[in-house]
């Protein structure tokens, strides 16, 4: 079965780090690019960025340059997502979400569709 | 950067009737708009990309229309399965980074 499958809720305190995983199965990772969405409580979605797994390369969106970096397992069955310097703001659900086009080079491709998603991981960021 | 901008923001709808959103870039995207359903605690779920494809598994009743800056997303007969939020992005890749619209709540 073609899924994505996201580690579980996390509580952190301002100025922490949070990592949020993502496993993939039925299909081979390094095929596509993952990307990172987020949605904040009663807002839209929020494009933070994406990794291409055959070659590592990222590109983030610039609102997180600095702040998150997204790295592929060495098993090459997931991707994670670590964003630094939590603040009340970042508390949202975060998605993994597979984009459309087939990768054909090393070059993330940061504009795409995504066709596949999580199930989402809730962070909330609290003192 | 591009914005996209949605309308309504919420949508009083009964099963069976014909439901129409827009969305409109705030510069022209051709055809690099994908639409997406979201209901709580459920995977956001793709149902049109290019503008008009229909993902596959996506019932028919669902249709994409548009180019350029303006777009529709058209539910042909509202089934009780469909009352969820929906949401645009474009993905243009020659115009910056993919952003989405603020989404469109349908409900009874």
């Known amino acids: 079965q073609v899924q994505l499958v996201q580690s579980g809720a996390e509580v952190k305190k301002p100025g922490a780090s949070v990592k949020v995983s993502c496993k993939a199965s039925g299909y081979v990772l390094t095929r596509y690019n993952m990307h990172w969405v987020r949605q904040a409580p009663g807002q839209g979605l929020e494009w933070m960025g994406t990794i291409n797994p055959s070659s590592d390369s990222t590109s983030y969106a610039q609102k997180f340059q600095g702040r998150v970096t997204m790295t592929r397992d060495t098993s090459a069955t997931a991707v994670s997502m670590e964003l630094s310097s939590l603040r009340s703001e970042d508390t949202a659900v975060y998605y993994c979400?597979?984009?459309?086009?087939?990768?054909?080079?090393?070059?993330?491709?940061?504009?795409?569709?995504?066709?596949?998603w999580g199930q989402g991981t809730m962070v909330t960021v609290s003192s | 950067d591009i914005q996209m901008t949605q309308s309504p923001s919420t949508l009083s709808a009964s099963v069976g009737d014909r439901v129409t959103i827009t969305c409109r870039a705030s510069q022209s995207i051709t055809f690099w708009l994908a639409w997406y359903q979201l209901k709580p605690g459920k995977a956001p779920k793709l149902l049109i990309y290019k503008a008009s494809t229909l993902e596959s598994g996506v019932p028919s009743r669902f249709s994409g229309s548009g180019s350029g800056t303006d777009f529709t997303l058209t539910i042909s007969s509202l089934q009780p399965d469909d009352f969820a939020t929906y949401y645009c992005q474009q993905y243009n890749p020659y115009s910056g980074p993919v952003a989405f619209g603020q989404g469109t709540k349908v409900d009874i």
């Open positions: 979400a597979r984009g459309i086009v087939v990768v054909v080079s090393a070059t993330p491709n940061a504009q795409d569709a995504f066709d596949l």
